[in-house]
């Protein structure tokens, strides 16, 4: 059982929005702004909880999402980045299910 502290409440939502996010990514344009919101919150996060989530992925995953912004990219280059965005994004799941519900 999840003991309901600021931290654990936090780190559940930070999951619930990763996952969103990832559905949103996939089902509307790449373009869309709503992922750059969870990004702030994403780095914010990070910053706060420093020895959770590995702050290279954040920002790998913040700049892919930035690339996704241009409307240039096209083709395979905007599958690549979207795949590396889609894994870094899975690191941020694996990681607050692991500090969650233990081996964290």
Same mark, same amino acid.
Do not use: Q
């Given at each position: 059982?999840?003991?309901? @502290? @600021? %931290?654990?409440i936090t780190t559940l939502l930070v999951l619930a929005? @990763?996952?969103w996010v990832l559905v949103?990514? $996939?089902r509307t344009r790449p373009d869309n702004n709503w992922? !750059? %919101?969870? $990004?702030?919150? !994403?780095?914010a996060y990070t910053k706060k909880f420093e020895d959770v989530i590995d702050p *290279? %992925? &954040? %920002? /790998?995953? &913040? &700049? *892919?999402?930035l690339l996704l912004r241009f409307e240039f990219m096209s083709g395979w280059v !905007?599958? /690549? &980045?979207? $795949?590396?965005?889609t894994a870094c994004l899975g690191y941020v799941i694996l990681r607050c299910m692991q500090v969650l519900f233990g081996s964290g």
């Open positions: 059982m999840i003991a309901p @502290t @600021t %931290f654990n929005i @990763t996952v949103v990514r $996939y992922p !750059l %919101f969870y $990004y702030i919150a !994403l780095v *290279g %992925f &954040v %920002f /790998v995953a &913040v &700049v *892919g999402a !905007l599958k /690549v &980045v979207m $795949y590396i965005e």
